[in-house]
């Protein structure tokens, strides 16, 4: 990626694992639909920490083979490590950016998988048909992106609603797109793939103290790269950040309605 919002740092990937746990559920509901076979051929575009890799290597087994790309070069590598630490041979992490104007490597596959990576692209089409090139006859395209402005409690929570105002306007500002997953079909139509072969909405409902606490962790990995752009005030976000910290402790058991997930899934002919 030529671009990106978030913080690239020890505490940010730990995030990230754990936003990929929460929504293993929700991915292996989509694997399911489209029936992964064991040998298969994946790719994770996209792939961060690796959590969804461990999921297609598990759905594959030991004959079939998963590839994992990423632009974050620490990243690919502190992911390549935690894989081979655990045993999944069967896996390799590239470093490798969506956005250039060439084809995947190692295509063409089975499945070809991206979860929140076309929300941060501005190439969004671009990519969604790179990846489509990359899928095999018969193999199966999988998108899953946010819709992020669904986050909120009900009743409403004034400090969940400054933090998440800031946190869409922010990514909107950075060239993110906040509501890539209700998108999705419209992209996948611009891409040359046609109408998707099927649409999954997933939401996740948390205890404020949980989704307070996740909430506070994205703006503060946003706020590097806000608050030399004018988009805040590095006390505005510290001053938000501590009223969404009083609100979380003061009804920690409030639900509180996570991002709607969005997926889509699609079979080359």
């Known amino acids: 990626m030529t671009s990106y919002a978030l913080m690239r740092s020890p505490a940010e990937y730990d995030r990230l694992r754990d936003q990929a746990r929460l929504w293993e559920t929700a991915t292996a509901r989509l694997l399911d639909r ?44 502190t992911t390549r490590a935690m894989l081979e630490a655990d045993g999944h041979r069967t896996c390799r992490v590239l470093e490798h950016d969506v956005t250039a104007d060439e084809d995947l490597p190692g295509g063409p596959y089975d499945l070809v998988f991206a979860r929140l990576l076309l929300f941060h692209l501005p190439q ?28 909120r409690c009900v009743p409403p929570a004034p400090g969940v609603d400054e933090v998440a105002a800031l946190v869409n306007t922010i990514f909107g500002a950075l060239g993110c797109d906040v509501q890539a997953g209700p998108q999705l079909p419209t992209f996948l139509a611009a891409a040359g793939a046609g109408e998707p072969d099927g649409a999954d909405v997933s939401g996740l409902l948390l205890p404020l103290s949980q989704g307070a606490e996740m909430l506070g962790q994205v703006l503060g990995s946003l ?39 969005v997926g889509i899934w699609k079979t080359k002919p």
Do not use: F, N
């Open 34 to 77: 489209i029936g992964l076979a064991a040998g298969s051929r994946c790719l994770d575009a996209g792939c961060g920490p690796g959590e969804t890799l461990r999921l297609l290597a598990h759905r594959v087994g030991p004959t079939g083979r998963v590839t994992g790309l990423d632009s974050d070069a620490g990243l690919v590598a």
């Open 223 to 261: 706020l590097p790269a806000a608050v030399p752009r004018g988009l805040l005030t590095a006390e505005q976000g510290e001053t938000a950040l501590a009223g969404l910290a009083k609100e979380a402790e003061s009804d920690p058991t409030r639900p509180m309605l996570w991002p709607l997930m």
């Open 124 to 151: 969004r089409v671009e990519v969604l048909a790179r990846l489509w090139s990359a899928v095999a006859p018969g193999g199966h395209l999988v998108v899953q992106d946010y819709d992020l402005p669904t986050a």
